[in-house]
């Protein structure tokens, strides 16, 4: 069996956050295309401006990393970050001084 696939170190979280204009409405409406557009593409909300999702290889991260590129607003600021599947779990999140646990990624099922 090959169990590298579902190894720590290959499981990747894509991390987008991002800082984006909202003084008129044509900037509210960016803003909202832009967040109902990464919610389309399986982000989940972690924070406010922080959206989170879950990748199996290195290499699906890369087209889900591509297709925010693609949809990018003119104006404001939007980091992109990757990390592994063991770093994120390594997260402490808190709600004021209570510690929560981290976000669990989606179980894969293998068919014999």
Same mark, same amino acid.
């Given at each position: 069996?090959?169990?590298?696939?579902?190894?720590?170190?290959?499981?990747?979280?894509?991390?987008? @956050?991002?800082?984006?204009?909202?003084? =008129?409405?044509?900037?509210?409406?960016?803003?909202?295309?832009?967040?109902?557009?990464?919610?389309?593409?399986?982000?989940? @909300?972690?924070?406010? =401006?922080?959206?989170?999702? #879950?990748?199996? =290889?290195?290499?699906?991260?890369?087209? #889900?990393?591509?297709?925010?590129?693609?949809?990018? &607003?003119?104006?404001? #600021?939007i980091g992109i970050m990757c990390i592994t599947d063991k770093?994120?779990?390594?997260?402490?999140?808190? #709600?004021?001084?209570?510690?929560?646990?981290? &976000?669990?990624? &989606?179980?894969?099922?293998?068919?014999?």
């Amino acid at each position: 069996m090959n169990f590298e696939r579902l190894n720590a170190y290959r499981i990747m979280w894509v991390l987008v @956050m991002f800082d984006l204009p909202t003084e =008129s409405k044509a900037d509210r409406k960016r803003y909202a295309k832009f967040r109902k557009e990464i919610l389309e593409n399986g982000f989940s @909300m972690f924070q406010f =401006s922080m959206y989170i999702r #879950h990748c199996m =290889s290195r290499e699906n991260a890369e087209v #889900h990393i591509q297709r925010v590129k693609k949809i990018l &607003p003119p104006k404001g #600021h939007i980091g992109i970050m990757c990390i592994t599947d063991k770093q994120f779990g390594q997260i402490q999140i808190f #709600h004021g001084k209570k510690e929560l646990e981290a &976000p669990v990624g &989606p179980q894969q099922l293998e068919m014999f």
